[in-house]
């Protein structure tokens, strides 16, 4: 489904990622392991098209992401592609409901479906009673299973997850690493995850090891 070929990505004359390919398929949970600075963010933040390479390509089914313009990569992004971030990113001033229906609302849904979908997921997490809820009044777990209903909202191909149990206790951790082995079994969805949760990273079909901006192992 997804090619990452021979990506090379500098920050001024820092090299953190040295002629990266990988291969993700449809249905696939792949987790990202390795020692911090090893590039595994930066890998997946090029993966999802939030940051370009300086060479190399990036391909769903063919289609050349690094190649599209501001406007086609935002329209890609919003219908194929899901993030889960550490610190789940929800906005402050609206309540789950609205966070979740939020990329709904931006590609161009109506509210009425937009919210009907959200309440859907919600409820399908968990979170049925906490619709109402802004973020400070949710807490640690939850908010993380409302970040993962926003990512699931417009039925992306792949959902990116960046340490996505990084900041949780043991209890929330698994639950989580539940949903998202569920999600793969039952939806097939695709997951790319960056983890130093080994509990979390053994879910997965396939580890990628990450050391000094390349891939040494895959197993």
């Not at 939030?50 to 060479?55: A, Q, R, V, W």
């Not at 194929?80 to 906005?91: D, T």
């Not at 053994?202 to 192992?217: K, L, P």
């Amino acid at each position: 489904m997804i090619e990452i070929s021979n990506i090379n990505k500098y920050y001024g004359s820092l090299q953190v990622l040295r002629d990266v390919s990988l291969s993700i398929g449809n249905g696939e949970i792949v987790a990202i392991v390795g020692p911090s600075g090893a590039g595994k963010t930066t890998l997946l933040q090029i993966a999802g098209s939030l940051d370009l390479p300086d060479s190399g390509r990036v391909t769903y089914d063919g289609v050349d992401i690094t190649a599209l313009s501001s406007r086609k990569l935002a329209e890609f992004r919003n219908r194929n592609i899901g993030f889960i971030f550490q610190f789940h990113e929800l906005l402050p001033e609206f309540s789950a409901l609205e966070n979740v229906a939020l990329p709904a609302l931006i590609s161009g849904r109506k509210r009425k479906e937009s919210y009907a979908d959200a309440t859907h997921l919600l409820e399908r997490l968990g979170l049925g009673d906490r619709l109402r809820h802004r973020p400070s009044e949710l807490s640690g777990g939850e908010k993380q299973r409302a970040a993962i209903a926003r990512a699931l909202i417009n039925k992306p191909r792949i959902v990116f997850a960046d340490e996505p149990t990084g900041s949780l206790d043991s209890h929330n951790r698994r639950e989580i690493q539940q949903i998202i082995s569920d999600l793969c079994r039952e939806h097939s969805q695709t997951f790319l995850i960056v983890t130093h949760d080994p509990s979390l990273a053994s879910i997965a079909h396939r580890t990628v090891t990450m050391t000094d901006g390349c891939i040494s192992n895959i197993s």
